[in-house]
C-alpha cells in the first residue's frame, strides 16, 4: 500500500467516525427532546392536577366555573367528581408518556387493566358523561371514550346495571 492509499484509508475512516458521531448526537438529541416533550406535557398535567386538587380540598371553589356543577348537587359529588378527574390525570400522564415510547409497554398494560376497574365504576362513568368541561388530549379523551364504551358498568350499590 503506498502513502497516498493509507492516508485515504485514514481521512476515510476519520470522516466515518465523525460521520456516525454526527448520527450518534442526532439520535441522542431526538431521544432527550422526546423526554422533554414528555416532561413538559406532565408538568401541565400536574398543574391542572392541582387545580382539580383544590376543588377535591375546597368543593366551593368548583363553583368559579358554571360548567363545572352541571349535575353536581353536594360537596361529596364535588369530591367524586375532581377526584376522578385527577386519577383520569394521572393516567393520561402514562399514556402520553407510553405513547412517546418512554414507558414500555407491560407497565402500560398493568394501568391500563386498573383503568377498565376505574372505567366500570359509577362515580367515573358519571364524570365522563357529564357535560361539564374535561381538558384533556383530545386522542387521549377519544381513547377514554372508546375504554369506557368497550368496558361493561358496573352495578352502583342498590341499583341495577
Known amino acids: 500500500m503506498t502513502p497516498q492509499e493509507v492516508q485515504l484509508l485514514l481521512q476515510s475512516i476519520s470522516s466515518f467516525a465523525i460521520a456516525g ?3 450518534f448526537a442526532a439520535f441522542q438529541f431526538y431521544h432527550v427532546r422526546k423526554a422533554q416533550h414528555v416532561a413538559n406535557f ?3 398535567v400536574e ?3 392541582q387545580l382539580r386538587r383544590m376543588r377535591v380540598d375546597d368543593p366551593s371553589l368548583a363553583k368559579v366555573y358554571r360548567d363545572d356543577m352541571q349535575g353536581i348537587e353536594s360537596d361529596e359529588e364535588v369530591r367524586q367528581y375532581f377526584f376522578n378527574l385527577m386519577q383520569i390525570s394521572v393516567y ?3 399514556w402520553f408518556s407510553h405513547r412517546q415510547g418512554q414507558i414500555p409497554q407491560d ?3 398493568s394501568w391500563e387493566q386498573r383503568m377498565k376497574q376505574i372505567a366500570a365504576e359509577p362515580s367515573f362513568r358519571k364524570v365522563m358523561s357529564s357535560p361539564s368541561m374535561k381538558i384533556m ?3 387521549f379523551q ?3 371514550m372508546k375504554l ?3 368496558t361493561p358498568s358496573m352495578a352502583a350499590p342498590g341499583r341495577r346495571a
Open 107 to 109: 407497565y402500560f398494560h
Open 42 to 44: 406532565t408538568k401541565l
Open 47 to 49: 398543574l391542572q392536577m
Open 148 to 150: 369506557l364504551h368497550d
Open 92 to 94: 393520561e400522564i402514562v
Open 21 to 23: 458521531g454526527l448520527v
Open 142 to 144: 377519544a381513547y377514554v
Open 137 to 139: 388530549h383530545d386522542d
